[in-house]
């Protein structure tokens, strides 16, 4: 049975204690962490074997705001799929975290079978927006991927994976030589998939040498 890790950021301890019950109730999913501000999260995740599947994060906390720390952990830890939890369904910040690299949406007035549908979607790569704001999501996401210059789009990591991909290894001939599991071979392919607003991996392959990103 797939085991999901779960990490939680957000600034209101009783929310985040019910949250972290709610989702333990739950079967298939497990909590590695709950913190109340960005720097106990970065510090856990400095340790690779603390690293959570996916991030449930607020967008307003003292400190470091979501947006910042989004930003961050695209660069530091981006294997871990980031979901925003909150309030807030203003479109600027939609769009703010889009472009910040988050994989879903949710409010927090939405029911624990939206989150928990939204946790399950992630997981497997795909993208998810609450109910409520999806119209508005999916506008925003391909209106981010139209506008992004491709060098700035694609990282180191998700190069490497493009490029084997194009000599024709599978997800586990990968995962060995880039010394990475193959679930995070799966996750940048799945990302590398949605970026280039394409489906399947000779459509992929096909794309990428259009856009001369591989050889």
Do not use: W
Not at 189 to 200: E, F, M, Q, S
């Amino acid at each position: 049975m797939t085991n999901i890790k779960i990490a939680l950021i957000d600034d209101h301890p009783m929310l985040v204690r019910g949250l972290q019950d709610m989702l333990e109730s739950a079967t298939g999913l497990t909590v590695t962490g709950s913190y109340l501000n960005a720097a106990a999260l970065l510090e856990a995740c400095a340790d690779t074997t603390m690293r959570p599947d996916i991030l449930l994060m607020d967008i307003s906390m003292p400190e470091m705001n979501g947006e910042e720390l989004a930003e961050r952990l695209q660069r530091e830890c981006p294997e871990i799929a980031i979901i925003v939890f909150t309030n807030m369904k203003q479109r600027y910040y939609l769009r703010s975290m889009i472009q910040k690299g988050v994989r879903g949406y949710v409010l927090k007035s939405s029911s624990e079978d939206t989150l928990l549908e939204a946790i399950r979607h992630v997981y497997e790569g795909k993208v998810f927006f609450d109910p409520l704001i999806r119209e508005e999501g999916i506008k925003a996401l391909k209106t981010e991927t139209a506008t992004t210059t491709q060098p700035l789009l694609l990282s180191e990591r998700e190069k490497e994976v493009l490029q084997l991909l194009a000599d024709n290894y599978n997800s586990n001939e990968i995962a060995d030589k880039l010394f990475i599991s193959k679930r995070t071979v799966d996750f940048h392919r799945a990302n590398l998939v949605l970026k280039l607003d394409v489906k399947g991996r000779a459509n992929l392959v096909k794309k990428a040498m259009d856009l001369g990103l591989i050889k």
